[in-house]
């Protein structure tokens, strides 16, 4: 029986909005006003095989940004529950867990931590990632002061250097000067062929094509399809020209 990597079921997550609210209205005479609730992910349930690489897709809004985050532990699902079985998930995408007043190097070893792997583990890896970083002495500054660009170089560096059991990807070879985009996705070739298990989150079908093993669609927080690459792409395509 095919060992599993991951298992979502009947994950829920809501965010609560709170973009109407103010001082002045919570403290109206009409009493305290409740945020409005939005649910983000709505009762998904999947598993997926270790080894394996599964894309997502669905258009812009519908939870896959919030369900790799999840899966990555930064949120807690309101119902329902993950497990990937010990093994450790890393979130690829800009600056996630990063504090702007430490400086790069700081915040190699804060991610290393936070991913679960030793001080010596990352320190030994130290100087492989500011080397891919490309940041050179920037790495010794606070990343506060880094542009979008620097920050998307060493948060892409940390993932993909750290060896984590499962990767997480969200759209983060769409950012970065040419030359970074370049190096990054033959390098995510590199990771995706060497048997880790990843979930990827792409509008770029090509992409998804090329790797992925089976591809999960979900539309307006819900389940919609999960199968074949090619077969869910197709019916996704069909979806968008609606």
């Given at each position: 029986m095919p060992e599993l990597a991951l298992e979502v079921s009947h994950v829920s997550i809501d965010?609560?909005?709170?973009?109407h609210m103010?001082?002045?209205?919570?403290?109206?005479?009409?009493?305290?006003?409740?945020?409005?609730?939005?649910?983000?992910?709505?009762?998904?349930?999947?598993?997926?095989?270790?080894?394996?690489?599964?894309?997502?897709v669905g258009r812009n809004g519908s939870g896959k940004t919030t369900?790799?985050?999840?899966?990555a532990g930064i949120f807690q699902p309101d119902e329902g529950y993950i497990d990937t079985f010990?093994?450790?998930?890393?979130?690829m995408a800009i600056g996630i867990g990063f504090n702007g007043n430490n400086t790069g190097r700081e915040n190699i070893i804060r991610s290393g931590m936070l991913l679960g792997c030793d001080l010596k583990y990352v320190k030994d890896r130290m100087d492989a990632i500011i080397e891919f970083s490309e940041l050179g002495d920037f790495i010794e500054r606070?990343?506060?002061?880094?542009s979008s660009g620097?920050?998307?170089?060493?948060?892409?560096?940390?993932?993909?250097?750290?060896?984590t059991d499962i990767?997480?990807?969200?759209?983060?070879?769409?950012?970065?000067?040419?030359?970074?985009?370049?190096?990054?996705?033959?390098?995510?070739?590199?990771?995706?062929?060497?048997?880790?298990t990843v979930l990827i989150v792409s509008h770029a079908t090509g992409t998804l094509e090329k790797f992925c093993d089976q591809v999960l669609w979900i539309n307006d927080s819900k389940f919609m399809m999960l199968g074949d690459t090619s077969t869910v792409l197709k019916e996704y395509n069909k979806s968008m020209q609606l």
């Open positions: 965010y609560k909005d709170l973009s103010s001082l002045h209205k919570s403290l109206a005479k009409d009493g305290v006003r409740k945020a409005s609730v939005f649910r983000a992910v709505s009762d998904l349930s999947f598993t997926l095989e270790k080894g394996k690489i599964l894309g997502i369900l790799l985050r999840s899966v010990g093994n450790r998930a890393a979130l606070p990343v506060r002061t880094y620097m920050y998307s170089k060493l948060s892409f560096a940390v993932t993909a250097i750290l060896d990767m997480l990807v969200d759209e983060v070879l769409a950012v970065g000067d040419e030359h970074f985009r370049q190096k990054s996705y033959k390098k995510m070739e590199e990771l995706m062929m060497s048997g880790r």
